[in-house]
């Protein structure tokens, strides 16, 4: 049986616009034709670096997120700015983060944190450690810099000490590159 799988927006309302994200409730026709609802969380996407550095380590952040009432240890990674080169970005972001440049960037691949309701998009990086210029966090910052190698962050996934999404996703992806491709 050959399925349709497309929604086509009707109309749209916006309960709510923020500083990082919005809130849209669509119309939407369904496949057999039906009117249904859709909430929909716009979000401009983010990006995620593993960064290594000559010893075979990762950077990682610690930080309180406060929606998850809690700190996550983290791949670095950051907020894309409305219209942003996601390559732009992390250099930023692993700048701003770690307070080292980011050379040899390669792109991994992406990553849909929610698909059922978010629009987020994160860009994922693997990079290696170039020059120290000094950490230079948002105002609304406060992160603790460390250093895991690639078994102890996987480790520490397993563990459920790592929770983050783009983290484990990118952890894994990186373990398979480094598998597949470093031999």
């Given at each position: 049986?050959?399925?349709?799988?497309?929604?086509?927006?009707?109309?749209?309302?916006?309960?709510?616009?923020?500083?990082?994200?919005?809130?849209?409730?669509?119309?939407?026709?369904?496949?057999?034709?039906?009117?249904?609802?859709?909430?929909?969380?716009?979000?401009?996407?983010?990006?995620?670096?593993?960064?290594?550095?000559?010893?075979?380590?990762?950077?990682?952040?610690?930080?309180w997120?406060?929606?998850?009432?809690?700190?996550?240890?983290?791949?670095?990674?950051?907020?894309?700015?409305?219209?942003?080169?996601?390559?732009?970005?992390?250099?930023?972001?692993?700048?701003?983060?770690?307070?080292?440049e980011?050379?040899?960037?390669e792109?991994?691949?992406?990553?849909?944190?929610?698909?059922?309701?978010?629009?987020?998009?994160?860009?994922?990086?693997?990079?290696?450690?170039?020059?120290?210029?000094?950490?230079?966090?948002?105002?609304?910052?406060?992160?603790?810099?460390?250093?895991?190698?690639?078994?102890?962050?996987?480790?520490?996934?397993?563990?459920?000490?790592?929770?983050?999404?783009?983290?484990?996703?990118?952890?894994?992806?990186?373990?398979?590159?480094?598998?597949?491709?470093?031999?």
């Open positions: 049986m050959k399925h349709k799988l497309h929604e086509k927006q009707i109309s749209y309302t916006y309960p709510y616009k923020g500083r990082v994200v919005n809130v849209r409730v669509d119309e939407a026709e369904i496949a057999n034709g039906s009117i249904v609802s859709r909430e929909v969380v716009e979000h401009p996407g983010g990006v995620c670096i593993a960064m290594e550095d000559e010893e075979g380590r990762f950077f990682m952040v610690s930080q997120r406060y929606a998850q009432e809690r700190v996550l240890l983290e791949f670095p990674a950051g907020k894309l700015e409305k219209g942003e080169d996601p390559r732009e970005a992390i250099l930023r972001e692993a700048k701003e983060e770690t307070g080292y980011a050379v040899d960037l792109e991994i691949g992406e990553f849909v944190p929610t698909g059922a309701y978010g629009q987020e998009l994160v860009h994922l990086y693997y990079a290696k450690k170039g020059d120290y210029v000094g950490q230079h966090l948002d105002e609304d910052e406060d992160v603790v810099v460390s250093k895991m190698t690639l078994d102890e962050i996987i480790e520490a996934i397993m563990k459920n000490e790592i929770i983050d999404g783009k983290t484990c996703v990118l952890a894994f992806k990186i373990r398979e590159r480094k598998r597949n491709y470093d031999k």
